[in-house]
């Protein structure tokens, strides 16, 4: 299993950014995929969630209205796309899934939300 992240970067507040995280190694469009992220001195939050297929979504309350979690079975790739950005979004974005009870994580993109 292997999930990688790309996207990230620095950006204004207010501003917009997509990441993207490309899935191999596994049954994609068998799985629910995540974003969570990790801020400097906090924990690791959940930030979306997308069930297999794609139907159905859940955000954290800090995010709701602002991001969007999508899939595309077909290139096995999971989006967030991030608008109105805030400063206290930034942090280092993670991909996820679990299979059989294991949690599979990419390595991470940094997103700073700066002027």
């Known amino acids: 299993v292997q999930l990688v992240e790309s996207g990230g970067g620095l950006v204004q507040p207010g501003g917009s950014l997509r990441l993207s995280c490309a899935a191999s190694?596994?049954?994609?469009?068998?799985?629910?995929m995540r974003w969570y992220r990790q801020a400097p001195g906090k924990e690791r939050e959940l930030v979306a969630f997308i069930s297999s297929a794609g139907g159905n979504t859940v955000y954290a309350d800090s995010v709701k209205g602002r991001f969007a979690i999508s899939r595309d079975n077909a290139k096995n790739t999971v989006y967030l796309q991030m608008n109105s950005l805030k400063p206290e979004d930034t942090a280092v974005y993670y991909c996820?899934?679990?299979?059989?009870?294991?949690?599979?994580w990419g390595q991470g993109t940094q997103v700073t939300v700066s002027s």
């Open positions: 190694g596994f049954t994609f469009s068998m799985y629910a």
């Open positions: 996820h899934t679990l299979i059989a009870s294991r949690a599979y």
